[in-house]
Each structure stands twice: as C-alpha cells, then as structure tokens.
C-alpha cells in the first residue's frame, strides 16, 4: 500500500471516528445509552435529531468524514466501479459530483427546518433521498430496491 493511501486511510478512518463521535454527542446522554445499547454487529446511526441539535462545525466534520470514506472507495474500486447490486458508492459519487459540503449541509438543515416531523430519519438516508436517488437510473433504482430488500430480511 502505497504511502498517500496508507496515510489517507489513517486520516479516513480517524475523521470517520471523530465525525461518528461528534454527531452523536450532539445528544450526549442519548449518544450514550445509544453506544452501550449497540450489539457488535450494528452500528448507530447519526439522525436528524442529532443534526438539528449540532453546530455548523460538528455538521460540516460529520458530512467531511462521510465523503472521504466514499472517496475512499473509488479510489479502491478503480477505474471500474462496481454495478449498484455490488456497491452504491458509484451512485454515491455521482449523485454528490460538483456538490459542497455547505451544499449538502444547507439540504439537510432547509429539509430539518421544513420537515420537524421526521426527525428520526438517518442522516445519510436523507442525504440519499436528497441527491443520489435523483440522480439514479430507473435500472439502478430497480436493482437498489431489490438489493434493500435482501438485506432487509
């Protein structure tokens, strides 16, 4: 592994940490029985409570570490990025090309301010919903579903 892509990782995986960390402590009590109540096979979920209760910083460090981890795996797909059945980062990647962070932050808070009733909602499904989905072919949203409700069973 190269040297930028070893240091890369470090950086990816240490952002990821701090973002996970910041998101949730938005809500420290919360964030707590949420982290002790995690079984070893899930992992929690930042909502849009979390979001709505976090400050810009937090907000922009949270969305930071998203994007690099989907950069990330580009990178390690190549130049031939896996079909919507294998990965969704092609998606992904698409659905955010030419966005910022404050692009993708000003949704979130615009969707937040408009739609105080769903604040329960995932933070990066709502980011989905927002970018990625608008961009996908009627194929991938097809294979998407198919591919949800696999997992979902």
Known sequence: MGMILRNSLALVLTVVVTAGAIALASSRVEAAE????????????????????????????FLFGFVTMLELEREWQGKTPLP???????????????KTLGDLSGALDDYVAQNPDKLEESVVGRLG????VPEMTEKEKVDARRRYQQIKK
């Not at 949420?34 to 460090?61: D, G, I, M, R, Y």
């Not at 969704?88 to 659905?95: D, L, P």
């Not at 919903?129 to 990625?132: D, G, H, I, P, S």
């Open 34 to 61: 949420t982290l002790s109540s995690v079984q070893a096979v899930s992992c929690p979920s930042a909502k849009l409570t979390h979001w709505q209760a976090s400050t810009e910083h937090e907000k922009l460090t």
């Open 84 to 98: 919507i059945k294998q990965s969704i980062n092609a998606s992904w990647v698409r659905g955010l090309a030419g």
């Open 129 to 132: 919903r927002l970018f990625v």
